[in-house]
């Protein structure tokens, strides 16, 4: 079963701790990430990878300031989703969080 994780609470108390603006982007974007690293430790399987982001920052972060950006594990990968349209994955770029690497079969 896909282990879904509700990220808002996380990012807002953070933003209080920190004195930061819930919707600076930049923060929050590493925010996530550290929520994410930290809140899944036992996905180690992580590279470095220039991901795109699939949706504009503007409409992930309006998603996640109204409590609908979700973090949800898809066959063993991390994707963050945003709530309305649960088909859209999308990919962090932060070298702490990105697509596992996929295991290689050894040639025979």
């Known amino acids: 079963m896909n282990e879904i994780i509700e990220l808002d609470e996380l990012r807002v108390a953070r933003a209080l701790a920190e004195q930061k603006a819930p919707d600076d982007w930049r923060w929050f974007v590493h925010a996530v990430a550290r929520d994410v690293v930290e809140h899944l430790p036992d996905v180690v399987l992580w590279t470095s990878a220039a991901a795109l982001l ?29 709530r309305q349209c649960e088909q859209m994955l999308v990919e962090l770029m932060s070298v702490r969080l990105a697509v596992p690497r996929p295991l290689v079969t050894p040639p025979v």
Request: glycine share 14%; hydrophobic share 55%.
């Open 54 to 82: 699939n949706v504009a920052s503007g409409t992930l972060s309006a998603a996640a300031l109204s409590g609908g950006l979700i973090v949800q594990r898809i066959d063993g990968a991390l994707c963050l989703m945003v």
